[in-house]
Nanobody, 128 residues
């Protein structure tokens, strides 16, 4: 089991940057035993995939709409995952969630129903 807490959200103007953090407290397993991901949910819409990272950070995957602007990373020694968001757009406005699932080999995951553990979310608002 792992407990996840997101932070770093806020209000920024279009073109600005934010860095989200997801702090993990694992029970019984090392943080590195989890594949991780970021998802977001805008009002009235379903939760959607943003970025994923495997256990080591050696493999990453992004939704097309954020590729080249967002960077997912993790520091296993600090039990923390990050999402660096640059060149933010109003359409990036959403609640952002971190998620974890026990990893098998070097796999990463990008579907909501593949993840077993979720944080509480942090609001990101991008103004025009």
């Amino acid at each position: 089991q792992v407990q996840l807490v997101e932070s770093g959200g806020g209000l920024v103007q279009a073109g600005g940057s934010l860095r989200l953090s997801c702090a993990a407290a694992a029970a019984g397993r090392a943080f590195s035993s989890y594949a991780m991901g970021w998802f977001r949910q805008a009002p009235g819409k379903e939760r959607e995939f943003v970025a994923a990272i495997n256990w080591s950070g050696g493999s990453t995957y992004y939704v097309d709409s954020v590729k080249g602007r967002f960077t997912i990373s993790r520091d296993n020694a600090k039990n923390t995952m990050y999402l660096q968001m640059n060149s933010l757009k109003p359409e990036d406005t959403a609640v952002y969630y971190c998620a974890a699932v026990q990893a098998f080999g070097g796999k990463y995951y990008y579907r909501v129903n593949e993840y077993h553990y979720w944080g509480q979310g942090t609001q990101v608002t991008v103004s025009s």
